[in-house]
């Protein structure tokens, strides 16, 4: 595996970081964009900055980052200011932490911002040693960033489906779905996960970096319901979140539970007591296509909870690094970068988080536009594509065999487990047919392409 690590390189040029060339974070960033080869990207999704490079003929795919460098590079535009505006600047470039962030620095995580949050991207294993390490085994993720909602009151079905795509009142007790928040023109707000638990209120999860836009949506809708005389009421909780995924999840977790895990199949949730720690809710999902839980935890615990699972040997950290290379070969789509206000859930190919009731009833916002589509069909379609060589990257150039650009990706890396280039991204819909044939601009040579059904890696659901 051939990894550079460019970052480190850049944080040293004093050209970057003269008094001579001041500026904001923004501004030194993207002249670090500039001066990067075609080949050192810097990714941007949901608040996240995360430089990343692959060699060129390179067998892998290497996620590396230093925190320190990173507030460096930004803090960069302090040269030449004042005590105060160091200060200013100081406060501005400070991140939000999770209960888990000491925890990440004294094993050796890296940390990058994400969605405004300092979270790691790795820690002392490599990217590709911790993806596999997931897939084989099991490792944890923090997830303490994502947003998570109690919605109560007797009406908060009602209240629930006024906002999102899903037939919640379907739902059995303490099953879950993931569903997606849209607008009046039928694009994404953000996606989610809608639990409906027997304990008289929903669970909801959403991204970390539409929080304060999910949590502004929620609230106004509220103020509507309850001006109306609903009976509803949210509450945002402050607790830790840790994701448990990998094929040997089952046999770490249960060690630590009294009742039967079997019992609980894939997006179907309960609170129980985790290695002795009460009032945990954990809920049979995940972000990487493998069999895995996500578990709410009192932040005070969480660090207790983490290190009792780490103490079994099928047990590592994973980061971001990981999370993310895991998430696209499971097909499933990051919001901000695959999905956003301006895609609808059928061009996102999600019509199946649409309940077939409310296809019917047609009452979720932006339904007027978006049912229909189901029918008639979109101009686009979000697609999967399969290629060796070079790796594709967002905004890579999708052409028609003839040389036509007909799309462009979303998203993609070097696949650990295919050793073979994995990207989404959205064609024209004459071109969305699994098997087709078409082309990828990288470095303005094309490179073959197929057109391939998602998920590219089975994904290992624990259905029963």
């Known amino acids: 595996m051939c990894v550079c690590v460019f970052i480190f390189s850049l944080c040293k040029d004093p050209a970057l970081l003269s008094s001579k060339e001041p500026g904001s974070k923004a501004e030194v960033l993207t002249r670090l964009e500039r001066r990067a080869d075609p080949s050192q990207t810097l990714a941007r999704g949901s608040g996240c900055r995360m430089w990343a490079r692959v060699a060129a003929g390179g067998s892998g795919l290497g996620l590396r980052a230093s925190r320190e460098c990173l507030l460096r590079v930004t803090g960069a535009g302090c040269a030449g200011k004042t005590p105060q505006e ?21 094993n050796g995580g890296k940390m990058v911002e994400f969605a405004g949050w300092s979270m790691p991207v790795q820690y002392k294993d490599s990217h590709i040693a911790s993806h596999m390490h997931t ?7 923090d997830v303490s960033h994502m947003l998570q ?13 006024t906002l999102v795509v899903a037939d919640i009142a379907e739902l059995k007790d303490n099953q879950g779905t993931l569903s997606l928040f849209t607008n009046e023109k039928g694009g994404i707000i953000d996606d989610l996960i809608v639990t409906k638990t027997d304990h008289g209120y929903l669970y909801v999860v959403s991204n970390a970096g539409c929080a304060d836009k999910d949590s502004a949506h929620m609230k106004a809708r509220l103020a509507e319901y309850k001006a109306a005389g609903f009976d509803v009421d949210l509450e945002f909780i402050d607790e830790a979140l840790i994701a448990l995924q990998g094929p040997t999840m089952a ?29 945990c809710r954990v809920t049979r999902c995940g972000y990487t296509g493998e069999d895995g839980v996500e578990i709410s935890v009192p932040r005070s615990r969480v660090v207790e909870l983490a290190e009792k699972l780490l103490s079994n040997n099928e047990v590592k950290l994973a980061g971001l690094g990981a999370r993310d290379s895991l998430r696209l070969e499971a097909g499933l789509c990051l919001y901000g970068i ?22 019917q009833t047609k009452d979720f916002p932006g339904a007027d536009i978006i049912v229909p589509q189901i029918k008639a069909k979109t101009a686009r379609k979000r697609v999967g594509l399969v290629s060796t060589g070079p790796p594709v990257r967002q905004h890579t150039p999708i052409l028609s065999s003839d040389g036509q650009v007909i799309g462009e990706v979303t998203s993609g890396c070097p696949s650990p487990c295919l050793k073979k280039n994995v990207s989404m991204g959205y064609v024209d819909a004459a ?12 470095r303005k040579k094309t490179v073959p392409a197929i057109v391939s059904k998602m998920p590219f890696v089975p ?6």
């Not at 071109?431 to 990288?442: D, L, R, Y």
Request: proline share 3%; net charge positive; with cysteine.
């Open 251 to 279: 046999q770490v977790l249960q060690a630590g539970l009294k009742g039967d895990l079997r019992k609980l199949t894939f997006m179907t949730s309960t609170l129980v007591t985790v290695f002795g720690i009460p009032d």
């Open 86 to 106: 160091r200060r200013d600047f100081s406060a501005e470039a400070a991140l939000k932490k999770t209960p888990l962030f000491d925890f990440h620095r004294n």
């Open 135 to 141: 897939r084989e085994h099991c490792s944890i993720f």
């Open 431 to 442: 071109f969305a047919k699994n098997g087709a044939a078409v082309q990828v601009e990288i």
């Open 459 to 464: 994904t290992n659901y624990y259905t029963g």
């Open 149 to 161: 909602t109690k919605v109560h009151g007797k009406d908060r079905i009602k209240f629930m489906e």
């Open 338 to 359: 695959d999905i956003d206000e301006t895609t609808t859930p059928v061009e996102a190919s999600l019509v199946w988080t649409i309940g077939k009731r409310r296809r």
